[in-house]
């Protein structure tokens, strides 16, 4: 009953997207994706096309809305105290599989621009760390991604 009636509270579409306002895990996983490719720097359109991609396809949202929870994400980004803050809302509220996936998309960022950077992958250590992912799982990911995205793993070491 309860489910029924909150659903009457969020945004409805007619695409069945999940934007919720102001949802803390959906502002958490976007600042995350957004920290990680600023990190290196250098912010592109790459990496904005990938981050949006990503969102769309994690939380079921069109173009519109991606781009919404992008730009409330970027807001949150500038504080450096919120990195803990958001590993924290995603460690909490994802299971361990889930944060795994969030590991991977986070490689899929920092390798938009095709190259790995010593300060993202120093930032992937540690988030993984954060989120209580494995080394051995994080590398797997990375593996996986660099697979996805037809990447030389020789030519990206981390």
């Not at 730009?71 to 944060?99: G, Q, S, Y």
């Not at 994080?138 to 070491?157: N, Y």
Request: hydrophobic share 40%.
């Amino acid at each position: 009953m309860l489910k029924h009636i909150r659903k009457l509270f969020e945004p409805s579409n007619k695409q069945g997207s999940t934007l919720k306002v102001d949802d803390p895990l959906q502002t958490a996983v976007s600042a995350l994706l957004i920290e990680a490719a600023l990190f290196d720097g250098h912010f592109d359109a790459r990496e904005q096309t990938q981050i949006l991609k990503l969102l769309r396809s994690r939380f079921s949202l069109t173009e519109e809305e991606a781009t919404a929870l992008f730009e409330r994400a970027r807001e949150w980004v500038d504080n450096p105290n919120n990195l803990h803050r958001f590993t924290k809302t995603a460690k909490d509220t994802l299971p361990h599989e889930e944060r795994i996936e969030l590991i991977e998309m986070l490689w899929e960022v920092v390798y938009a621009d095709g190259k790995l950077d010593d300060f993202e992958a120093n930032l992937l250590r540690r988030i993984g760390g954060l989120l209580y992912v494995s080394d051995q799982e994080r590398g797997a990911a990375r593996k996986r991604v660099l697979s996805r995205l037809g990447i030389d793993e020789s030519q990206s070491p981390e």
